[in-house]
C-alpha cells in the first residue's frame, strides 16, 4: 500500500531526515502508521484501517481503533471509575501500539489550562496519529474562543470509526477561521463566516440558519461530506476524536444529480488550535491533494456542468484549476496541485455536477447536537469554554467591552480564469509508496502563539489577575504571571 504522508513538526533546528531525530528534544517527523494487514490490534487506541478503502491520496479512509475490531466496542474500554485507564494518556504502550507518533508538547500559556487534571502527560492535549480522510454527514457546531470552526461528522459506520466513548456519535471537524474563513469570496463561505457572526452576537444558537446554508433545498437533513486531515483525539476535551486541523473540507450542498453542488475549500497547512502551538504543514506526494467526494460505485454518467466552476485562490501563489476524475468503482474526485506548504496557500472551490444517475446519500434528518446528548461520562468544563465564557463575561458575568487580541489578517483571495468546459477524466489511484520530495523542519507557529498570550493578557487585564475558577482551580497566578508571558512573547517572535 502507499505509505501515509510524512507530516512535519517543530524538531532541532537543523534540517534533518525523518529517520534521525532520535536524539533531540522536540517532536520527530511522522512515520508511517501499520495497517490492518500488518498488525493484529490489541489496544484501545491502535489506530488501523481497510488496505482497500484508502482515499484518492492512498491514505486511511474512515479509520478505526484496534477496540473497535477485536470486541466492536468504542475505546476506551471501561476498568473502574472514570477516567478509564486510556483517557489521560492514550499513547502509552498499554493503550497503542502505533510507534514514532508526533506529540504536541507543552507551551505557556497553553498548557496551564490544557493539562489541567493531567499534569503528568508529556503531551498538551491533541493526541495525534495520521493524515486521513473521513467521510459521512455533516452539521455545524459552533466558534470556539480560539477561532476555530467546529463542525460534527456523523461516520456512516459508528462502529468503523474513529469514535470513542466520550463522542460515540459524531467525530469533530476543526480548523481556523483565521486561516480559512477571515478572506473567503464565494457565496457559500461569505454566507456561513456572515451567520456564524451573527450567533456569536446573539444569545441563542443559529442552527437553523446555518443548516439552511449547508443544505439549502433540505435544511432538515446533514449534507453528505468529506475532509481530510489529522485525525486524532483532543484530550483536552476529554480524549474525543476529532480531525484537526482540517486540510480539504467538501460540502454537497444540492443533491440533485442534475445540478449536484459541492462547495469546497483544500490546503495542505494548518494550525491545531489554543492546546498546541504548531503549524502542521503537509508533503502530499508531488503537492496533489485528491479528494474523493463520496465513495459509491453505483452512481454514473458524470459530467461537470459548463460554466458552473468558480475558484479562488490565495493572492500571490500559483493554483491551476483541478483535474476533475471518476474513480471507477469508487466516486469523483477532484485533485489539487498545490504549492508548497510553506507558502501557505488557500483554494475555494465551487463545481457543479451532473450525473445519470446519483447515489442517494445516507443522511437523514438533523442529528441531535452535543448539547441534547450528554457525553458518557460527563466531562469538566474544557479549556476552550472555560476561555469562550471569560471573554464573553467580564466579572460578575456583565458582558465583555474590551475586544480581545485580533488575529492576524489573512492574505486575501482572487478569482481564477475557470474552463467554460471541463472533461472527465479516468482516476489512477496510487500504486506505490509516496515518497517525500522534501523534507521540512518547522517551529513553533508564531503568529499564534503571540495571538495566544495576548488573548490572556487581556483576559487578566479586565478580570485584573483574578481570573474565574476552572474546574474548581484558581489558575491566576499561573496564567497572569507577567514575566512569564514577556518571556514567552519574546520566544514566540
Not at 481570573?467 to 474548581?472: C, M, R, S, V
Request: glycine share 6%.
Amino acid at each position: 500500500m502507499r505509505s501515509p504522508l510524512r507530516f512535519y513538526a517543530p524538531a532541532c533546528s537543523a534540517v534533518l531526515s525523518a529517520f534521525l531525530l532520535t536524539g533531540c528534544h522536540q517532536p520527530k517527523a511522522w512515520a508511517p502508521v501499520p495497517n490492518t494487514p500488518a498488525i493484529d490490534p490489541k489496544d484501545d487506541f491502535t489506530l488501523t484501517w481497510d488496505s482497500t478503502k484508502q482515499d484518492a491520496n492512498g491514505l486511511p479512509l474512515n479509520p478505526y481503533w484496534g477496540l473497535e475490531k477485536t470486541k466492536q466496542e468504542l475505546p476506551p474500554r471501561k476498568q473502574g471509575d472514570h477516567p478509564y485507564p486510556c483517557e489521560p494518556d492514550p499513547y502509552s504502550s498499554q493503550c497503542t501500539e502505533n510507534k514514532n507518533l508526533v506529540k504536541d508538547g507543552p507551551e505557556f500559556p497553553n498548557w496551564v489550562i490544557c493539562k489541567v487534571g493531567n499534569l503528568g502527560a508529556d503531551f498538551n492535549g491533541h493526541a495525534d496519529w495520521v493524515v486521513g480522510s473521513e467521510q459521512g454527514c455533516v452539521k455545524w457546531e459552533d466558534e470556539s474562543f480560539d477561532g476555530d470552526y467546529n463542525f460534527q461528522l456523523f461516520p456512516p459506520d459508528p462502529l468503523h470509526s474513529v469514535l470513542t466513548k466520550n463522542n460515540d456519535e459524531f467525530i469533530g471537524l476543526e480548523f481556523d477561521s483565521g486561516e480559512t474563513i477571515a478572506n473567503v469570496q464565494s457565496k457559500f463561505w461569505l454566507d456561513l463566516r456572515e451567520e456564524v457572526g451573527r450567533e456569536n452576537n446573539d444569545t441563542q444558537p443559529h442552527q437553523a440558519q446555518i443548516a439552511a446554508i449547508l443544505n439549502p433545498k433540505h435544511p432538515d437533513r446533514n449534507p453528505r461530506a468529506a475532509v481530510a486531515g489529522l485525525v486524532g483525539l483532543d484530550c483536552e476535551h476529554g480524549c474525543k476524536s476529532e480531525v484537526h486541523p482540517v486540510f480539504a473540507f467538501a460540502i454537497e450542498t444540492n443533491p440533485d444529480p442534475d445540478d449536484n453542488t459541492w462547495e469546497l475549500f483544500v490546503r495542505n497547512w494548518g494550525d491545531e488550535g489554543y492546546c498546541s502551538h504548531f503549524r502542521h504543514l503537509v508533503d502530499f506526494p508531488n503537492n496533489q491533494v485528491s479528494v474523493l467526494l463520496f465513495d459509491d460505485p453505483t452512481s454514473q454518467g458524470m459530467e461537470v456542468i459548463p460554466g458552473s466552476a468558480q475558484m479562488f485562490v490565495t493572492e500571490g501563489v500559483q493554483v491551476a484549476f483541478p483535474t476533475v476524475s471518476y474513480w471507477g468503482g469508487r466516486g469523483p474526485v477532484i485533485t489539487f496541485t498545490m504549492p508548497p506548504p510553506e507558502q501557505a496557500a488557500l483554494v475555494e472551490l465551487e463545481i457543479h455536477l451532473k450525473w445519470s444517475k446519483l447515489a442517494g446519500t445516507s443522511c437523514g434528518g438533523a442529528a441531535r447536537t452535543m448539547e441534547a446528548t450528554p457525553l458518557h461520562p460527563a466531562q469538566p468544563q474544557s479549556a476552550e469554554e472555560f476561555l469562550r465564557k471569560a471573554k464573553k463575561e467580564g466579572p460578575g458575568g456583565a458582558p465583555r467591552v474590551t475586544a480581545l487580541a485580533a488575529a492576524k489578517p489573512a492574505p486575501k483571495m482572487v478569482a481564477i480564469q475557470t474552463p467554460q468546459e471541463i472533461r472527465v477524466e479516468a482516476f489512477t489511484p496510487p500504486t506505490k509508496p509516496a515518497a517525500p520530495v522534501r523534507r521540512a523542519v518547522l517551529s513553533t507557529d508564531t503568529a499564534q502563539a503571540a495571538r495566544n498570550i495576548e488573548d490572556i493578557r487581556q483576559l487578566c487585564s479586565d478580570y485584573k489577575n483574578h481570573l474565574p475558577l476552572f474546574q474548581g482551580q484558581d489558575l491566576s497566578a499561573q496564567l497572569c504571571d507577567e514575566t512569564a508571558l514577556r518571556k514567552a512573547a519574546q520566544k514566540s517572535k
